[in-house]
């Protein structure tokens, strides 16, 4: 059965009218490119070399629509309006990001009510794999917001160890504490242990606030390398890393429920996110099945959910 490749809707060859319209303004774009990887690579500069997806994980960008295709920034003063990712270079079931980080996406989307950037799954004219996503660092007039990850707010010397989600989350509005609350579930429950300071950022407003930014890079780190269930530590205290070497800590709802207080979230509010997650892991696991994942990623993808839905219930 044939899926958007945006929203992952069933029965549609392409782009559904939704996703046309979110993703490109209406217009019916080809889900398969017309230029390979290699023709934007050289437009890349060299990419920094580490252990985590986020440190060998290669992006190039692309320019408004033309017609039905999207093309290549054809020039130092064009616009960039979507970045595109190929395949990891390395790691286990490489092919597998880009279907990875768009039903991982799609489901903090869709399942948990957790604004993202816009994105979608296609093919590069040799037929591998490309994640696309829209750019959300620009106004509908084409300037460009004024956006800064938490490495800078925090002014934090590494982006894994010098500063915990609980520093990040009281600096926080009200509103976007519980954003981010039901962001680090989210994390948690779909495998994802690289969301470091550089993958949290706020975002300028119309009105000239800075606010919370939609999530992105957002996917299951679990299906290609092993990894903590978080990326930095919780709490102030460096659970994680307090720990002997090769001992994790294991977390459960009664860690969140914690967490949510310190930041000062009403006890309702913080009850009700637990059950909404707990009450979706079914629909999770049909989301994962739906996906562009092969039939093995899907597999890996599905036991590290439950899994983490086991831990997250634990007493």
């Keep these: 059965m044939a899926q958007c490749n945006g929203c992952l809707k069933d029965n549609i060859n392409g782009f559904c009218s939704s ?4 993703l490109f303004n209406r217009s019916k774009v080809n889900p398969q490119l017309t230029f390979d990887w290699e023709d934007i690579s050289k437009r890349i500069d060299g990419q920094p070399m580490g252990f985590s ?15 039905i295709e999207l093309v290549p920034k054809m020039g130092v003063d064009e616009k960039s309006k979507y970045i595109v990712k190929p395949m990891l270079s390395r ?23 957790i604004k993202t950037a816009e994105c979608a799954y296609m093919k590069f004219a040799n037929g591998t794999p490309a994640y696309v996503t829209k750019r959300f660092d620009y106004n509908e007039n084409g300037e460009k917001l004024n956006q800064e990850d938490f490495a800078s707010v925090l002014q934090a010397t590494d982006k894994y160890n010098s500063k ?13 504490k519980v954003d981010f609350l039901r962001i680090l579930i989210f994390n948690f429950i779909s495998g994802n242990g690289d969301v470091h300071l550089k993958n949290i950022s706020l975002l300028e407003t119309a009105d000239g606030d800075m606010m919370l930014s939609p999530s992105y890079d957002l ?29 994790k800590y294991i977390y459960t709802s009664s860690d969140f429920i914690e967490f949510g207080k310190r930041l000062k979230i009403r006890d309702s509010v913080i009850s009700k996110t637990i059950d909404m997650f707990n009450a979706k892991e ?34």
């Design 282 to 315: 079914s629909e999770l696991i049909a989301m994962v099945d739906k996906s562009f994942l092969s039939g093995k990623a899907k597999a890996l993808y599905k036991k590290n959910v439950v899994e983490n839905y086991k831990l997250f219930r634990r007493k």
């Design 164 to 176: 915990t989600y609980q520093d990040v989350g009281v600096w926080l509005s009200p509103l976007n």
């Design 19 to 22: 996703c046309e319209t979110v």
């Design 53 to 67: 997806i986020s440190g060998v994980q290669r992006k190039g960008f692309i320019g408004k629509p033309r017609g």
């Design 91 to 113: 790691f286990n079931l490489p092919d597998q990001s880009p279907a990875n980080e768009h039903v991982t996406m799609q489901i903090a989307k869709q399942l948990f009510g």
């Design 219 to 247: 996917m299951n780190t679990k299906i290609h390398l092993t990894d903590n269930f978080l990326a930095l530590n919780l709490f102030e205290e460096l659970e994680q890393t307090s720990l002997p070497l090769g001992e």
